[in-house]
């Protein structure tokens, strides 16, 4: 499928052009663009590839709630796909989802153990747990300060 226009909303180029668009934006900082060219991809085929990067923009673009649907689905579909699970604990332990983000983290690190930046998420995620816990604090969500109790 071949799109010459861009005035329709619709890229120009095909899906592999549009592909390497929102590749090279999200290379190159601009998450927010990529998020929108992948999502439009998404549209048109939703393989493995186009919702990691979309995944990944998401995420970069601090759109979390948006990248745990996405990543989810992704896990749905590869779970075998260590950096989905990466992807999608890091995502829900910036939403203070920590005992589900505890658990992809690990699933990562168990399928790449080499990877030095599963262990060093999964350890910081654990560690924020056994803390809340110690200190008899809710282990997911915000924590009230003090004035507000």
Not at 4 to 26: H, M, Q, T, V
Not at 35 to 53: M, N
């Amino acid at each position: 499928m071949a799109v010459s226009s861009f005035s329709d909303g619709i890229p120009s180029g095909n899906e592999y052009d549009w592909y390497k668009r929102a590749y090279d934006l999200l290379e190159s900082g601009d998450s927010a663009a990529s998020a929108i060219l992948f999502q439009r991809l998404r549209e048109v085929e939703a393989s493995p590839s186009v919702l990691e990067g979309l995944g990944r923009a998401l995420f970069d673009a601090k759109q979390y709630d948006q990248a745990v649907v996405v990543l989810s689905e992704l896990v749905e579909i590869s779970p075998d796909n260590d950096y989905a699970h990466f992807a999608l604990g890091l995502s829900m332990w910036r939403l203070q989802r920590f005992v589900p983000a505890r658990d992809h983290l690990a699933m990562a690190f168990v399928m790449k153990p080499h990877r030095s930046e599963y262990g060093s998420a999964l350890s910081q995620v654990k560690s924020t747990l056994r803390h809340r816990m110690e200190q008899g604090m809710p282990v997911e969500g915000p924590i009230a300060r003090q004035d507000e109790l």
